[in-house]
């Protein structure tokens, strides 16, 4: 008598990112020492921004390591610290500080919608991942009810309320930084308002941003919920037991 086979087992999944790690790692942390650091007394500009940097980058690395995957936000946040230290080096006008503050939100409030018809939309990154979703799950029970093109006018939609949240933090990052960087470019006073810019428009970005996110997700929810016929605890992963 031939012997049942066993079942495959469940591949296991990428450990859950801890998000206030992530912000302090990649925010404010890189801020403080490009403040504190730069000062002639201390570190200076130069030295002040190595080290900056090598916060977001040594954090990008664990957790590439950790969880195979590029982190988005520790590539933002050593892009953000970088230009900002090259920028205060090179004593441009502080105009182009704002700019920078708005161009790395925005940028990615116009990517979201244009790589929908990629292989892999920003919004499946963001909030359509199986880290959040049983994703597997959920496609199979689309194709079964052949319920993919509601599916993908969901992710649209999810898409445009993300590229507006963006676009709403890169409006307010433009104001802060013109209302912060107000210093001759170059001076101390600068630098150290350089350094204060860079972690307070991050939470800027972030926390109407992952309001939306959250909005954006539940609404995707209610919506799987309504396209698959699946209850909400069943759109995700079943808890790991003992």
């Not at 008598?1 to 302090?24: D, G, Q």
């Not at 359509?128 to 994703?135: H, P």
Request: aromatic share 10%.
């Amino acid at each position: 008598m031939p012997s049942e086979a066993s079942p495959t087992p469940e591949p296991p999944r990428k450990p859950k990112e801890n998000v206030w790690v992530n912000l302090i790692c990649n925010a404010i942390l890189p801020g403080v020492l490009l403040t504190q650091l730069s000062k002639p007394e201390r570190l200076g500009p130069i030295w002040a921004l190595v080290v900056a940097l090598s916060i977001p980058i040594g954090y990008g690395i664990y957790d590439l390591v950790s969880r195979r995957t590029w982190n988005m936000f520790s590539i933002l946040g050593l892009a953000s610290t970088l230009i900002t230290g090259l920028l205060g080096l090179t004593k441009v006008s502080n105009f182009w500080f704002a700019v920078k503050e708005a161009a790395i939100p925005a940028i990615l409030g116009i990517a979201i919608p244009l790589t929908l018809r990629t292989r892999q939309p920003l919004v499946k990154t963001l909030i359509y991942n199986d880290q959040v979703l049983d994703t597997d799950r959920i496609g199979r029970v689309l194709e079964e009810r052949q319920a993919t093109p509601g599916f993908e006018a969901l992710l649209r939609w999810a898409s445009w309320v993300l590229a507006g949240a963006f676009g709403f933090s890169a409006v307010l990052n433009y104001l802060l930084a013109r209302w912060i960087v107000t210093a001759e470019p170059g001076s101390a006073e600068n630098v150290a308002q350089l350094g204060r810019l860079n972690w307070i428009s991050y939470p800027v970005i972030m926390i109407p941003s992952m309001a939306i996110m959250m909005f954006a997700l539940f609404r995707l929810i209610r919506g799987l919920e309504q396209l698959t016929g699946l209850r909400q605890e069943e759109l995700f992963h079943p808890p790991h037991r003992r």
